[in-house]
């Protein structure tokens, strides 16, 4: 009996490695990304970039908060977390952040996330990838503005398409109810909660008119008529800010998403959606539906229920599509997909 006892043992223990091995007992199940991916090729990457994100924080303030969350997002719902939101077009290429729904993928940004790449580079050399770095810096700068900070996992690698088209078919739009926005999300295995919480980024961060033209003065498609679910005073507000027939693409005319404190990211945005006081359709229509009002109303009373959420969420959103091992590449310059 004893040797089949051992055996057993050490068909437990082998089992235990393997399971081990193939990332099971890790929180993180669906992915194969860790935290402590760079822990010996560039034990510093996160520190640097931290130090990147702050210098353009302290020049620029709040924008390259909003900005880069918003580029994050548009990285990972199109392609998968892969930087190709990074790409810059080729005369041969419409890239990704030259799709017309682009509006305002913020120059801080990418300037920011040029910079770090630099930075990272002059430590560790072809090591880190342009999706692990927009992933960090993104976690850096929510904290810097009131956030929640949570753990990024890493090992993302850098994808070598980018494509102007996915980004206008692949993005929510701005009239999007929540049928549609659902459906955005669980495309890419996101919960209708995530959703809900991830549409908190727009506690940062500000749109332009034409996003909301059609909710002022051409609801429904009928000439005149206003979303009767916008709050009076602040639909007053913002035919004052857009005004009817003025040049719908004026980009210097911006309105805060979060009309309470746009600086700040906090569960003011909900509060506000509670009132009427939601920008974008696609934000109102989280409080006027029923299937989501409950999330609004408890988000907007609970800020901890809230960022609870939104990190949970955002760890989901940066696994989706990710490229790993040997698929993909670690581009050297952020812009463009190396040459070889
Ligand atoms: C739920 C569906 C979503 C829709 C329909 C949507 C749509 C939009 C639109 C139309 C704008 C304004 C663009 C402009 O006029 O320049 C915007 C801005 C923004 N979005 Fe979203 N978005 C969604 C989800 C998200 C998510 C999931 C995030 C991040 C996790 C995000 C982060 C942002 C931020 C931070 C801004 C402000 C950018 C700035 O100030 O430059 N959005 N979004
Ligand atoms: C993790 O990596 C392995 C080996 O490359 C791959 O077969 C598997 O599909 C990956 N899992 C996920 C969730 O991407
Ligand atoms: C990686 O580094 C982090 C932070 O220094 C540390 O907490 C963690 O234990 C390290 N992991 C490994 C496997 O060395
Ligand atoms: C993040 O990781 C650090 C170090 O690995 C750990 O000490 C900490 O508890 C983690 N925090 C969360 C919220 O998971
Ligand atoms: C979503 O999850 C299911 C089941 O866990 C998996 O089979 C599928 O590949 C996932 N889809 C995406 C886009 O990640
Ligand atoms: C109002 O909306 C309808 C339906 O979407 C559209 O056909 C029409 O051109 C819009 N009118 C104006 C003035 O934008
Ligand atoms: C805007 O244009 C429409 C159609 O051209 C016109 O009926 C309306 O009076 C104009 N509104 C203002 C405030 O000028
Ligand atoms: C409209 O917004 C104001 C704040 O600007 C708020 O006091 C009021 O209660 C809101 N009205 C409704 C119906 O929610
Ligand atoms: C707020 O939400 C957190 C996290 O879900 C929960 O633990 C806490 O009990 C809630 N607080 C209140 C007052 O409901
Ligand atoms: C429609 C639009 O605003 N496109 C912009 C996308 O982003 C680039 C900068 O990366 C701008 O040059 C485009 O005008």
Redesign the pocket.
Known sequence: MEPARTSDWRMRLLFFFVVLLMGELTPAAYSNLT??FYNVSCPTMEAIIEEVAKAKFKAVGSIVTATTLRLYFHDCIIRGCDASVLISSTPDNKAERDAEENLSLGGDALDMVFKAKAAVEMQCPGVVSCADILAVATRDLVAMVGGP???VTKGRRDGRISLAADAERGLPGADFHVDQLTKTFTDHNLSRTDMIALSGAHSLGFTHCDQIYGRLYNFSGKPGLTDPSINTTFAKTLKQQCPQNASSSDPSIVIALDPSTPFLFDNAYYQNLREGRGCLTSDQTLFNDKRTRNSVITFSQNQTAFFRAF?AAIGKMGNIGVLTGTQGEIRKDCATINSN
Request: net charge neutral; charged share 35%; glycine share 0%.
């Open positions: 935290s402590d900070r949570w753990n990190v």
